[in-house]
């Protein structure tokens, strides 16, 4: 039995799920979640919590159920507290700005990168050096923040560029000056 899978997932108050076959729907104060599940997983609400139960001790199943169980509790939390991912911008004249839906970068280009907001995902700017983004689900948390960090990732020898806030850069000696 998968040690994730078999765990159920607790419903707290003022969140609301609808099981709609495989389709589960979560709606709670921050918003509502959509997501369609595998046809093999069973999924079933029994009292607050809802349970994820698997067909067979197959491969597929077995990787299936564990999975199932985590986005479905990622939904939850999403709904009830949200998610977010912290960026920090390191070097001289990198700086991010917000303009209304849209994120400016001056990350030492000849231009600034824009970045249009999607739905669903809100991003702030704390200070010139620190971006912060929010939302519901965290897959999209995740992706809006690595499409941010892709415009400049951090660079080993001065670790200028775009990481995470927890982010640990590996640094890397300059040249040495030995001679022929």
């Known amino acids: 039995m998968s040690r994730i899978g078999k765990l159920p997932v607790a419903i707290p108050a003022g969140v609301d799920v609808k099981l709609n076959g495989q389709e589960v729907t979560v709606k709670g104060p921050k918003g509502t979640l959509t997501q369609k599940f595998h046809p093999d997983m069973v999924i079933e609400r029994e009292g607050d919590a809802i349970v994820v139960k698997r067909p067979s001790d197959l491969k597929k199943h077995k990787a299936l159920h564990g999975l199932t169980r985590s986005l479905i509790n990622n939904m939850v939390i999403g709904v009830t507290e949200g998610y977010s991912?912290?960026?920090?911008?390191?070097?001289?004249?990198?700086?991010?700005?917000?303009?209304?839906?849209?994120?400016?970068l001056t990350l030492g280009f000849s231009h600034p990168v824009e970045i249009e907001e999607p739905e669903g995902i809100t991003i702030e700017v704390q200070a010139?050096?620190?971006?912060?983004?929010?939302?519901?689900?965290?897959?999209?948390?995740?992706?809006v923040a690595a499409k941010i960090r892709e415009k400049r990732p951090p660079e080993p020898y001065k670790g200028k560029g775009i990481k995470y806030a927890n982010e640990v850069i590996l640094r890397k000696e300059g040249k040495t000056g030995v001679k022929k």
């Open 128 to 143: 010139q050096n620190q971006i912060i983004v929010k939302g519901t689900d965290k897959q999209a948390v995740g992706e």
């Open 85 to 104: 991912k912290t960026l920090e911008i390191n070097g001289v004249g990198y700086r991010a700005q917000k303009q209304g839906k849209k994120l400016i």
